[in-house]
Structures are given as structure tokens and as C-alpha cells.
């Protein structure tokens, strides 16, 4: 049992023991309470919660599955589809118990990942999932890890030709995706669409199409929580009943994939989406509506971060015109 000891205000503080951490230092947690007896309290509280959390002598695979397992009821089945594609990486380290994971063992294993040749982003993503499953059976654990560098990219959105010359190119249900595409709306969102969803130029984006674990593509209602849950201005797509384009997300992929190459332009569906955000933002529409719009968080962060790119005419466009007042001034005050 954690001693309390009395400070020189008066109050009381209790030390518990925490953790450990992989250089052999060891954490404790304070607890002050204006009595002995109540900052013991907290500390043996304290003590016998952690008791109870902590799990160490599982494995790394049990602790991966059983993430999997208690979260699969609450992330989407895609995000849970990826959990269960990456549990091979981790084959070096599975049978491995949790409380013997050091910064050394977690170091070397990042690395191994990236020198395999994985992306950045896809070591970062393996590596995270570890993490989350471990802190789940031991909440104390700690690890100081050196992750590969994020990749510094400057993509570019498509140009208002080349979406253009797709489109004109396109079939009567590729017209639908790709104006759907240039709106915001993602592949799966296309998929779920259905007429019933769309009443006086206005479609309610409610649902996905999404695989599940078991590699089957299902119709999964978009939380009404999530930025995702929105209502965009569509043109008339006629009317009838069921899905407006009856196609699966990976099949829209492969029509559009074989109309790009036909076209002779290099671009990927998911292009129109970030078309639609830099387009948004030359036109100045605020961040908060474009956000609205296209399913990000309101913050704009990912939006801004990822999706708001160059579109190479109007950074022409912007760099005469920059050229022109710069000379401009250089000739007024000549």
C-alpha cells in the first residue's frame, strides 16, 4: 500500500507505481487529497484499476486479434478488413508476450518493415495498429520509436480539360460517377446511391458500399454523426428505383481505369475529389462549406492538408498574373 506523506501546504500526496519503461526507469502517478487517508485511497484505487487493465502476459498476436474482435463492432468493416490484412507483418514479433516488447524489439521491427520496401505511410499504419492493441492489454505501455519520414508530395487536381474530355469520352453510367466524382462523392457513396435518395436536385450521401470481412461487398448506412452524412446539389438524373449506377466501387475503378486509358489521360477516379476541393477553393467558397460539401471535418485539416492540390492552368493563370503587377509596379515607378 502506497504511504501518504504531508507537504508543506498541508495536504497530502500518495506515489504509485505506474510503469517501467524500456530503459528500466520507473513512473509513478500523484495523488493529493487534503487527508492521509483519502490520498492513500486514490493511490490504492489507482492501483487496483491498473491491476485490473493490464494484461501483459498475452502475446502480440492475442493482443492484434483481440483488438480486431472488440472493435470490430464499432469501426466500418473496411477499416476492420485492413486490420486483419496486416496481421502478417507482424509474424516476426507474434508469439512474442507484450510486457517483453523493448524500444529495442519495436525499433528493429519498424525498420525491418521499411527497409522490405513498404511505404512510409504503410509502415506508420502497421506500426499504429501495434500500438493500439498493445496499450489495450497494457495501458502503461510506452515505447520510443524513430518512424520513417511522412513522403513530401505536391500532386496536382486535374485540370478542367482533362475532366472535361473524360467525361464527353464517357458512357451514360460513367457520366453519372464522373459528376458525381466532381462533386465530392466518393466511390463507394456513388455505389450506395439510389434514386429514392435524391428529391428536387438534392442527394441525401447516406450510405456506402463497403467489403466486409469476408471479402463481400455490402450497403452500410453512413453514421448520421459523421461529416459523411451530407446533402449536395445534383443535375437531373432521371428517375427510377434502386441504385442510380448499379455498379460496385472496384467496378467503377475498372470502367474508369479503361476510359482514361482510351482518352490517353493519367489520372484516378479519386482525382475528381480533390478536383472538387481545389476547384472550391479558387472559386472562394470557405473552407467550412467546402468541408460540408465534399464529408470532411469541419476543420478542414485533411481537406486542406491532402485534397486542396494545384491544378497546374490556374497556377499558369495565378503566375501571369502575379508577372503582370510585378511589372506593373516596376514600370510605374520606373
Same mark, same amino acid.
Given at each position: !500500500?502506497?504511504?501518504?506523506?504531508?507537504?508543506?501546504?498541508?495536504?497530502?500526496?500518495?506515489?504509485? *507505481?505506474?510503469?517501467?519503461?524500456?530503459?528500466?526507469?520507473?513512473?509513478?502517478?500523484?495523488?493529493?487529497?487534503?487527508?492521509?487517508?483519502?490520498?492513500?485511497?486514490?493511490?490504492?484505487?489507482? !492501483?487496483? #484499476?491498473?491491476?485490473?487493465?493490464?494484461?501483459?502476459?498475452?502475446?502480440?498476436?492475442?493482443?492484434?486479434?483481440?483488438?480486431?474482435?472488440?472493435?470490430?463492432?464499432?469501426?466500418?468493416?473496411?477499416?476492420?478488413?485492413?486490420?486483419?490484412? !496486416?496481421?502478417?507483418?507482424?509474424?516476426?514479433? &507474434?508469439?512474442?508476450?507484450?510486457?517483453?516488447?523493448?524500444?529495442?524489439?519495436?525499433? %528493429?521491427?519498424?525498420?525491418?518493415?521499411?527497409?522490405?520496401?513498404?511505404?512510409?505511410?504503410?509502415? %506508420?499504419?502497421?506500426?499504429?495498429?501495434?500500438?493500439?492493441?498493445?496499450?489495450?492489454?497494457?495501458?502503461?505501455?510506452?515505447?520510443?520509436?524513430?518512424?520513417? &519520414?511522412?513522403?513530401?508530395?505536391?500532386?496536382?487536381?486535374?485540370?478542367?480539360?482533362?475532366? &472535361?474530355?473524360?467525361?464527353?469520352?464517357?458512357?451514360?453510367?460513367?457520366?453519372?460517377?464522373? #459528376?458525381?466524382?466532381?462533386?465530392?462523392?466518393?466511390?463507394?457513396?456513388?455505389?450506395?446511391?439510389?434514386?429514392?435518395?435524391?428529391?428536387?436536385?438534392?442527394?441525401?450521401?447516406?450510405?456506402?458500399?463497403?467489403?466486409?470481412?469476408?471479402?463481400?461487398?455490402? *450497403?452500410?448506412?453512413?453514421?448520421?454523426?459523421?461529416?459523411?452524412?451530407?446533402?449536395?446539389?445534383?443535375?437531373?438524373?432521371?428517375?427510377?428505383?434502386?441504385?442510380?449506377?448499379?455498379?460496385?466501387?472496384?467496378?467503377?475503378?475498372?470502367?474508369?481505369?479503361?476510359?482514361?486509358?482510351?482518352?490517353?489521360?493519367?489520372?484516378?477516379?479519386?482525382?475528381?475529389?480533390?478536383?472538387?476541393?481545389?476547384?472550391?477553393?479558387?472559386?472562394?467558397?470557405?473552407?467550412?462549406?467546402?468541408?460540408?460539401?465534399?464529408?470532411?471535418? %469541419?476543420?478542414?485539416?485533411?481537406?486542406?492538408?491532402?485534397?486542396?492540390?494545384?491544378?497546374?492552368? !490556374?497556377?499558369?493563370? *495565378?503566375?501571369?498574373?502575379?508577372?503582370?503587377?510585378?511589372?506593373?509596379?516596376?514600370?510605374?515607378?520606373?
Amino acid at each position: !500500500m502506497a504511504k501518504a506523506k504531508k507537504l508543506p501546504s498541508g495536504s497530502w500526496r500518495a506515489r504509485a *507505481y505506474s510503469y517501467t519503461d524500456a530503459d528500466g526507469k520507473k513512473h509513478y502517478e500523484s495523488f493529493t487529497a487534503p487527508t492521509r487517508a483519502e490520498a492513500e485511497l486514490k493511490a490504492s484505487e489507482f !492501483m487496483a #484499476t491498473k491491476k485490473y487493465q493490464e494484461r501483459n502476459n498475452c502475446t502480440v498476436q492475442e493482443a492484434l486479434e483481440e483488438y480486431i474482435d472488440l472493435k470490430k463492432a464499432v469501426l466500418s468493416p473496411s477499416t476492420i478488413r485492413g486490420y486483419m490484412q !496486416m496481421l502478417h507483418y507482424y509474424e516476426p514479433i &507474434a508469439s512474442k508476450r507484450i510486457d517483453t516488447l523493448s524500444n529495442k524489439t519495436m525499433q %528493429r521491427f519498424v525498420s525491418d518493415l521499411t527497409e522490405s520496401g513498404l511505404s512510409p505511410k504503410s509502415v %506508420r499504419n502497421i506500426y499504429g495498429f501495434l500500438v493500439s492493441s498493445v496499450t489495450m492489454q497494457a495501458p502503461s505501455a510506452h515505447f520510443k520509436v524513430t518512424l520513417p &519520414a511522412k513522403q513530401k508530395k505536391r500532386p496536382e487536381s486535374p485540370s478542367d480539360e482533362a475532366v &472535361a474530355a473524360l467525361y464527353h469520352a464517357a458512357d451514360d453510367k460513367m457520366k453519372v460517377c464522373i #459528376t458525381l466524382g466532381m462533386r465530392g462523392v466518393r466511390r463507394g457513396e456513388i455505389a450506395a446511391l439510389k434514386y429514392e435518395d435524391i428529391k428536387d436536385g438534392i442527394a441525401h450521401i447516406h450510405a456506402d458500399i463497403v467489403k466486409d470481412p469476408d471479402q463481400k461487398w455490402v *450497403y452500410k448506412e453512413i453514421p448520421k454523426t459523421s461529416e459523411s452524412d451530407r446533402y449536395i446539389r445534383v443535375p437531373d438524373f432521371g428517375s427510377g428505383e434502386g441504385y442510380i449506377v448499379d455498379w460496385k466501387p472496384d467496378t467503377i475503378t475498372k470502367r474508369f481505369i479503361e476510359l482514361k486509358k482510351a482518352v490517353g489521360i493519367d489520372i484516378r477516379f479519386h482525382d475528381l475529389r480533390h478536383y472538387f476541393a481545389s476547384t472550391a477553393a479558387i472559386l472562394g467558397i470557405p473552407d467550412i462549406y467546402t468541408a460540408d460539401l465534399g464529408g470532411w471535418q %469541419r476543420d478542414g485539416k485533411t481537406m486542406k492538408a491532402v485534397y486542396q492540390n494545384n491544378i497546374k492552368s !490556374m497556377t499558369d493563370y *495565378y503566375s501571369d498574373k502575379v508577372e503582370k503587377h510585378l511589372l506593373e509596379i516596376v514600370k510605374e515607378n520606373a
